[in-house]
Every structure is written in C-alpha cells, then in structure tokens.
C-alpha cells in the first residue's frame, strides 16, 4: 500500500506581469517518488509508489507537460517559463500512477 | 699510479670545487618564502619551512596578532570553551624565526613577485605560499550585508571572534521556547560537518537551559556530511528539538529580513526567528580574486601535486580558497597540504624535483553532545584529474544505539581534544 498523498505543492511565480512578458514558474511538491526497486531497513521491497506528471493548465488550455519516471528524484522540482498575454489562472496538477492527484492554483494579473 | 689515498683526495678536491659556488651564493641571499594568512595553512607553512628549510628566510604577512580558530568555535557556542581557548599567539612562531608582517596583504604582482601592503610598502618573494582562506559573499543572499551580520552573525570567520562571541550572546539572551534558526549554503563551504557540529552544541545548551527552545535549520542542500551519524545523535540526544529542512522541501533561505526577524525560503515560506546564524556563500578571499588566480567557481585551481595555482607561476594557494576536489575545504586538510606546498616551492625554486606520490590525509572530528564525538577520515592522491580520494581508505565513526556505542563516542570526543591541542601545537608552535 502507498503512502497518502500528504505533499504540500509549492509555487513561486510573480503575482503581475507586464502582456508578453515571460514569467519564470518555480514548482515543488513532496513526494518520495520511490520506484519500488528499493529494500527496506527490514529487507522487504519499498512499495512503488510515484507521481506520473505534471500538467498545468493556463485559463484552461494546457501549458506544459511533465513525465515522471523511476529516474526522477524525491521532492519532483521544476522550472519552467511562459510567455503571459493576458491575465492567467494557472492551475497545476500532479497525478500519481494510481489515478489520485495534488492541485495548486495561481493567478497572474496583466494590469 | 694513484693510491687509494690519492684517489680519495682528487675526488674530495672536485667535490669542494664543486660546492663552492653554491656556497657563496647561499651566504649571499637566503631565498625568501612569503606566506599571505596566519590561519591553518599559513601558520603551519611558515613553521614547518623554518624547520625543514632553515636555510630558507620565512616571513609571514597577517593582520592579526593572534588567531582565534574556526575549529572548536562551536564549543563556545554551546559553553564548554572560551574565546582565549580558541586563540592562538603567533609569538612561538616568532621565536622560531619567522618574521611577522602584521598588515593586509592589498595586492600581489605575479610578474614583478611582489606584495602591496595595505600600510604602504611591498615585499618581494621567491616562491609566495598564498593561504588567505575565504570571503563571504556579501548580497548574494538577499539581505544580507556588513550591517546584516550585526543582526544575524555568520561566525564564520573568525578575525578577533567578535562573530562567534555575538552569536553567543544572543543564545544566551534567548528567551525559553524562541527558535533558533540557521542557513545553510550549497557546497562548496568552509568546514562540511561545521554547520551540523554548530546544531549539535546549540541543541545541547538549549536542553540544558532553555528546554522550550527549537532549532530550525533551514539547508540548501538535501545531503551532508557525516548525516546518519548527527541525525541518530539528534534523535537520541535530542528528541524533538531540532527540526532540519533539505533544500528539495524548500529548504534554501533566499532572503534574510533584519528588521521582521524573518528567514525567507525560495518558495515564499517567512519563518519568524529569535536568532539567526547565516551561514553565507563563499569564494576565496579577495586577493585571490584581485590577482586573476580564480576560475568561474570563484575558488583557485591549483596543480594537485605542487599547489601551484594553474594562473601564476611561483604563487602556492593552499586551505580554503583553493579547489580541492575531493578533499574537504578543513583546518586539517590546510595543515597537511602546506607542508607538500612548501617542500614542493623550496624544490622547484632549487631546480630539484618537487617531492613525487605526496598522500594528503583529512580527519574531521565533530562534537555533537557532552562525551559524544564523531568522526570522518578521508586519504587523497593528486591525479590528472584532480585531488581523489583513495579507494577503500577512511570512512566514518559506526552507527548504532547510543547505549552500544557509549565507550567509541567518548573516545572520539577525547581523540578530538586531543587533535585539536596537537594541531594548534604543529601550526602556531
């Protein structure tokens, strides 16, 4: 059995942006991302239990993509940039092998 | 036909023939060796050139009368030293006959093989054995300047200890239950274990005076050295009191606030502290950087084998500033290598061979509670590619319950009064 999803999602975005302008996201969750290959202190395989990606969404179109796999390490942190046109709702979605998901949203106004 | 008698005279005549212009040459001026810094690397240098090259004239550039170690600071943080435990004179060194320039070393001239002084005057070397440890990084956190470090000390660097003594004092105006907070810098920094030894001891007077009190360590790293060792000392020494945060759980302080008393992590999180001990970014000391000896790294390459800095001929950069691959930036490892540095310049300056297969060797003793002490070994070989460590040597103290190990972790505490009253003998005499 896995652990629950008990990660706390954690941005670091601008909260404004001028129209055009690329923005760095900076995006970190917890999760111990393990592959199931590993042994215990007990000697017993640690149980699978991995995020399978990320996908944000900007007013509901998505934005970016990423694919987690054995290779990833705990704590999955990731940066990217995006050009903002207009004001954004960005909403992130981590989603784990076995369908459950973490959410974090954000907001970047275009004054 | 010649005698054996004979023979033996001719050959003893081409030999005093020989001799003499060497002779002469050595009345005439003794090579100069130049040591830039007092601390570890330098100290150790200058007495070990006197002892081992009398004929060699040794004078040492440092601005203050007497060093005050980084080793053993964290003693005074948790009660057990004072601050003339950890000073050291150089008045011993003196009477060995090193010559002493107590000024700043402004600015060197690899071409001209001279040293500005920053009270006027140069000096000219030979050979320059240049151990100027480090510089902090001012602003590259956030908020964190000259002024900052009035607010939160980094006691980092030692100069007259005012650093490790104001950081002291905070401890023991802290209020019981008030946090205690450190940042912590990516690799590479001064003294690796430094920063856990530090957690230990403030931890250890925390439970003995302000057992309310936390400890809150903020890291920009998620692995450090000698980790399961301190990690199974915290939980069992003390349980709950510390609590350590890696850089991949938003760990890395990115900006400190003097004024709101505030630690802020990458990701936005501001915790509240009572003290603060930033422990900042470094590169080598300034007058590394102002003669072109540093890389992009901020830090000096240096030939593994001679010291030799990869940019200045005749210029040798041990401890801190240097790069030192696989070995640790430590007191210890400053101390061995100056004595290869020093053999190695004397040679090259004399046309001989610089000494061939040098082994340099580390041990890093932590003190982590009252008769608790640990240990990290490491022996290293300069290669092609650097200082590496030699396979299957060193390691680290055992892990396992306190109550097993009870006689290793007093005996290690022991052997590190011990290392440190032998090192401080070997450097400063």
């Not at chain 2, 006689?407 to 011990?418: I, V």
Request: net charge positive; glycine share 10%.
């Amino acid at each position: 059995m896995t652990a629950a999803l008990t990660g706390r999602p954690r941005l670091r975005l601008p909260a404004t942006a001028q129209a055009g302008e690329v923005v760095e996201i900076r995006t970190l969750v917890d999760h111990p991302m393990e592959t199931g290959l590993r042994k215990g202190d007990d000697g017993q395989p640690v149980p699978r239990d991995m995020l399978a990606r990320l996908i944000v969404r900007a007013n509901g179109a998505v934005v970016f993509t990423a694919e987690f796999r054995n290779a990833t390490s705990a704590n999955p942190y990731l940066v990217f940039f995006l050009r903002i046109e207009r004001t954004t709702e960005l909403a992130f979605t981590w989603l784990h092998e076995d369908g459950r998901s973490l959410t974090a949203a954000a907001r970047i106004v275009v004054a | 036909m010649l005698s054996r008698r004979d023979l033996g005279r001719l050959v003893l005549s081409a030999a005093a023939i020989l001799a003499a212009p060497a002779v002469v040459h050595a009345k005439a001026k003794a090579p100069r060796l130049v040591v830039i810094g007092g601390g570890f690397g330098g100290a150790s240098a200058a007495r070990y050139a006197r002892t081992a090259f009398p004929h060699v004239a040794v004078t040492v550039i440092e601005p203050q009368k007497s060093f005050v170690t980084c080793p053993y600071g964290n003693l005074l943080l948790g009660g057990s030293r004072d601050l003339a435990a950890i000073t050291h004179s150089y008045d011993r060194l003196k009477r060995r006959g090193v010559d002493f320039i107590h000024d700043w070393a402004d600015a060197i001239d690899p071409v001209a093989k001279t040293i500005k002084l920053g009270g006027g005057g140069t000096v000219r070397y030979d050979k320059l054995i240049l151990s100027p440890g480090i510089a902090i990084k001012w602003g590259a956190l956030a908020g964190y300047d000259t002024g900052a470090a009035r607010i939160f000390p980094h006691a980092w660097v030692p100069e007259k200890g005012e650093q490790v003594t104001l950081l002291r004092k905070q401890l023991e105006a802290l209020p019981d239950g008030g946090v205690v907070a450190f940042s912590i810098p990516a690799n590479p920094f001064r003294c690796p274990p430094g920063p856990y030894e530090r957690i230990s001891l403030v931890a250890d007077y925390l439970k003995k005076h302000k057992p309310r009190a936390k400890i809150l360590a903020l890291d920009h790293k998620d692995a450090f050295s000698k980790q399961g060792l301190f990690q199974d000392a915290w939980n069992e020494l003390y349980p709950g009191l510390i609590e350590w945060v890696p850089g991949s759980k938003d760990g890395k302080v990115v900006r400190v606030d003097t004024k709101e008393k505030v630690f802020e992590t990458e990701f936005g999180t501001r915790h509240k502290v009572d003290v603060g001990n930033v422990i900042p970014p470094q590169s080598a000391a300034r007058i590394a950087v102002d003669a072109g000896l540093v890389n992009e790294t901020g830090w000096v390459p240096v030939n593994p084998y001679t010291f030799e800095a990869v940019k200045a001929k005749d210029i040798h950069v041990i401890g801190d500033a240097n790069i030192p691959g696989a070995m640790p930036k430590s007191g210890f490892i400053a101390n061995t290598t100056s004595k290869h540095a020093v053999a190695s310049a004397i040679a090259l300056l004399e046309g001989r061979e610089p000494p061939k297969d040098p082994i340099y060797f580390n041990t890093c003793y932590s003190h982590v509670g009252d008769d608790y002490g640990i240990s990290i070994v490491g022996v290293f070989r300069p290669s092609e590619k650097g200082f590496v460590e030699t396979p299957n040597s060193g390691g680290v103290s055992p892990r396992g319950p306190l109550a097993q190990l009870r006689d290793q972790r007093r005996l290690e505490a022991h052997y590190a009064d011990s290392w440190y009253a032998s090192i401080t003998k070997d450097a400063f005499g």
